[in-house]
């Protein structure tokens, strides 16, 4: 069985790709694609720390990770599709009006 | 993890930053190619210093080395291509190199049901949005990044926060392998006789990781089970409702006709 801790610096590298993309991307599609990217590096994170703990709860967890990832891709996916209805653009700077 | 394994964690992340920051569409001269190798220098510089500083030799794999390689580039290239298609592509491989990862932890069945969810049903969902909202030919906003620098700047020094702390976790390599081996060490961590149970399923060396999985999900977590599934019931309603879409009807309205005419004279909607 292999270390925690280079799982834990590639999970952590994979998370802040993710927030790079998810900040710097203008489209609402690639933006949601990086927050699946943080998912994946919380996952691999998840899975490796519970491994210290010698039990499956690391994984369980994992697994109810992978639901809200679900729900969370779902929902956002029908949103994107509502506002590409609405402005016709898929730039997340046509709706820059609600920051108010 | 030495403090010079940690200052070479940092510098290899500033190269890693440098390189991605090139490679963010921008308009004007590209410098994609430039930034690509410096990317690819910090990912192998990365695997280098966690070889030489961070693993165990022991314990490493070379397929740790292949598939955080393959995991690292696809999600490099995921948030720097300018084709929203491509992307989702790339995150494809990401995520069975994420897969891959895990089950070299030991985590088979939550690697089977991330390449199942993310390859098979995500992923599917994403193209079909990028089918559904597409615009012809390459709009602006994806050869343009917005404030590509602080993005870039705030991801990689969160990165370096994380990494150079994960050395302080309490995880020699024998420690992990002690505390996975050792049932006693497990049955003393818990009273409950649902835990009980689940750690004699464990002490049984050929049992597999899905069926331990499967006794620890339905017996100790059975009330988040049912969360769950009430979670996706809802988002699967509200799904429903964001993106249904009001057909305009020219004729008369469904509702105003007697029954048995729809369909025949006026359209279901």
Do not use: C
Not at chain 1, 55 to 65: P, S, Y
Not at chain 2, 69 to 80: D, H, Q, S, Y
Request: proline share 4%; net charge neutral; hydrophobic share 55%.
């Amino acid at each position: 069985m292999a270390g925690v801790t280079e799982y834990v610096i590639v999970g952590a590298a994979l998370f802040a790709l993710g927030l790079v993309g998810f900040l710097s991307r203008r489209n609402l599609i690639v933006m949601f694609l990086s927050t699946e990217i943080m998912f994946q590096g919380v996952l691999v994170n998840v899975v490796a720390v519970g491994r210290l703990h010698g039990g499956l709860e690391g994984q369980a967890f994992g697994l109810f990770l992978l639901v809200i990832a679900a729900v969370e891709a779902g929902l956002a996916l029908g949103l994107i599709v509502l506002l590409f209805r609405r402005r016709g653009t898929l730039d997340a700077d046509a709706w820059s009006a609600m920051r108010g | 993890m030495s403090t010079a394994t940690t200052y070479a964690l940092y510098l290899v992340f500033a190269l890693g930053g440098a390189g991605v920051y090139f490679m963010l569409p921008r308009t004007g001269r590209s410098r994609v190619l430039s930034g690509a190798v410096l990317a690819s220098l910090a990912v192998f510089a990365l695997l280098a210093v966690l070889a030489f500083g961070v693993i165990d030799p022991a314990h490493g794999s070379g397929y740790f080395y292949l598939f955080a390689v393959i995991a690292l580039l696809g999600a490099g290239r995921v948030i720097t291509h300018p084709k929203p298609t491509y992307s989702a592509l790339y995150f494809v491989l990401v995520a069975v190199a994420v897969a891959a990862l895990l089950v070299l932890q030991g985590a088979e069945f939550l690697a089977v049901a991330l390449v199942i969810i993310y390859a098979g049903a995500i992923l599917i969902t994403y193209a079909f949005v990028i089918m559904l909202a597409q615009q012809s030919g390459s709009p602006i906003y994806d050869r343009q990044s917005r404030e590509p620098f602080i993005a870039v700047f705030a991801g990689f020094v969160l990165m370096a926060a994380i990494a150079g702390r994960a050395g302080e976790l309490p995880l020699a390599g024998e420690t992990v392998d002690a505390a996975l081996t050792a049932p006693a060490a497990l049955a003393a961590q818990t009273e409950s006789p649902a835990n009980q149970q689940d750690d004699s399923a464990q002490e049984g060396a050929d049992e597999s990781n899905s069926l331990r999985m499967g006794v620890i999900i339905m017996v100790n977590y059975v009330v988040v089970v049912q969360i769950a599934g009430v979670l996706l019931l809802i988002a699967m309603i509200g799904a429903i409702a964001l993106s249904r879409k009001k057909v305009p009807s020219d004729g008369p309205r469904a509702a105003d006709v007697p029954l048995g005419e729809i369909g025949r004279k006026v359209k279901p909607y």
